[in-house]
């Protein structure tokens, strides 16, 4: 009886540390883990409201045309009537609420104009797509194009 357990502390002391661990995580866990987080899902939960409270930054195309007429008749006018003001301008309502303390960036015409033309095999065959390299290379859109009203 006695020979049997005589090695039993190997087994005890791994047994103890293996416990301790558990231990350690279980209150760093508790500790770490956010409360609210699982909720509803792989996510803290009270990141939701803290989302719904930042501030909208978007106005919205209809309050551009208080303004600004002319570019709107422009835009409406042409073939890039579907396209919304801010997704060339990007987000505008701080601009819009008061012009004088904030102003669109100026766009980045290249990088902008290509980002929904550049020719891809993925893009629908109707929609219209230049290959930049072999179209007019050196020379900006907008010294052709009017972006607003794109059609030559
Ligand atoms: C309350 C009037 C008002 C509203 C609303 C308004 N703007 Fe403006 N916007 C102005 C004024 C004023 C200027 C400055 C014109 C100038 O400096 O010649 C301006 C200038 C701009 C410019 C040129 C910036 C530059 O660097 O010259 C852009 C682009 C622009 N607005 C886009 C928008 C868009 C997009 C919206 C809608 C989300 C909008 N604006 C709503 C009054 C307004
Ligand atoms: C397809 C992209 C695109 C759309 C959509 C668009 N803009 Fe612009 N807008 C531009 C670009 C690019 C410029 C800069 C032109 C330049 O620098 O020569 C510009 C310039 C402007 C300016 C400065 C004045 C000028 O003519 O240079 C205003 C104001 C403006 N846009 C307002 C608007 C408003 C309001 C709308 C919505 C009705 C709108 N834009 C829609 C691309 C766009
Ligand atoms: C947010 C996406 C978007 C951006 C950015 C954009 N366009 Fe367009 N463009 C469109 C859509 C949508 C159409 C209409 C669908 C079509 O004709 O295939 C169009 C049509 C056109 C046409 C065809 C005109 C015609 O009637 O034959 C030209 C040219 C054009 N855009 C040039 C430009 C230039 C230059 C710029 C940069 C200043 C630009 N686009 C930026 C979406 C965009
Ligand atoms: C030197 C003038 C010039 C420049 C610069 C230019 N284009 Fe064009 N673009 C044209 C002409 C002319 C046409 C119509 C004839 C054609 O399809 O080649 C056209 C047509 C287009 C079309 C419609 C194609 C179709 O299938 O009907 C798109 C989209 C376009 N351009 C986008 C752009 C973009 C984006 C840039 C900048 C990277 C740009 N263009 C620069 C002259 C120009």
């Not at 416990?19 to 956010?34: E, H």
């Not at 509803?40 to 009270?46: L, T």
């Not at 601009?95 to 004088?100: I, L, V």
């Not at 990088?111 to 290959?131: D, G, I, M, N, Y």
Request: hydrophobic letters at 35%; a positive charge.
């Amino acid at each position: 009886m006695g020979t049997r357990w005589k090695d039993a502390a190997h087994l005890i002391r791994p047994a103890a540390v293996f416990i301790l661990g558990l231990v350690l995580f279980a209150i760093l866990r508790g500790t770490v883990v956010p409360p609210g987080f699982g909720l509803y899902g792989h996510y803290r939960a009270g990141a939701l409201d803290e989302n719904r409270m930042k501030p909208v930054r978007y106005a919205g195309q209809a309050v551009c045309a208080d303004c600004h007429t002319g570019e709107v008749a422009a835009r409406n006018a042409g073939s890039h009537r579907t396209v919304s003001c801010e997704a060339c301008h990007g987000p505008a309502a701080n601009h819009a609420e008061d012009p004088d303390k904030a102003k669109p960036p100026k766009p980045q015409i290249a990088a902008l104009c290509t980002r929904c033309h550049e020719a891809s095999t993925a893009k629908p065959a109707w929609f219209k797509q230049v290959a930049t390299r072999q179209h007019y290379p050196g020379n900006s859109c907008e010294s052709c194009h009017q972006p607003h009203s794109p059609k030559l």
